[in-house]
């Protein structure tokens, strides 16, 4: 499971002594328990595609927070936070690109906005982005 894949990171990152890896999958350990607790109370298990969601919103706002330290020059703490969204990535599945999107939503017979967000979410979640496809699916 990708959650114990994120542990033992999180130990080799403590023993190589790697503050920058080690503070991202601090955080991303503390909301990965966080939805587990909120899962917990609904009877459910955390599962891979939460952990996916979890790691597209933790990119968005690392890359606000880069945007930020780019604003006030702080080229090193620049550096950092590119170096986590990277190994963010790396747990992430390989995304859809636009044409993929295109062709897949081309494919369906039912290409209202509701269906094709419900049939996105049930097929490719984590691997694509949501608004992405919805304005994909304008242009189309």
């Keep these: 499971m990708l959650y114990d894949d994120i542990k033992k990171a999180n130990v080799q990152a403590m023993k190589d ?13 503390n909301k990965i328990m966080l939805e587990n607790i909120k899962k917990r109370e609904k009877g459910e298990e955390v599962k891979d595609e939460d952990i ?3 790691l597209q919103k933790t990119i968005k ?13 702080n080229i090193e703490e620049v550096s950092n936070i590119s170096r986590q969204i990277e190994i963010a990535k790396n747990y992430l599945p390989k995304q859809l690109s636009k044409d993929e999107i295109k062709e897949l939503i081309l494919s369906l017979s039912d290409r209202s906005v ?13 691997q694509c982005d949501m608004r992405e496809v919805g304005q994909i699916l304008k242009e189309i």
Aim: glycine share 2%; charged share 25%; no cysteine.
């Design 61 to 73: 706002e690392l890359e606000e927070e880069k945007l930020n330290y780019q604003k006030v020059n």
């Design 114 to 126: 509701p269906a094709v967000m419900k049939y996105f979410k049930a097929n490719y979640n984590g």
């Design 52 to 54: 996916f969601i979890i």
């Design 17 to 29: 002594k790697d503050s920058v890896a080690r503070s991202f999958y601090s955080v991303l350990l």
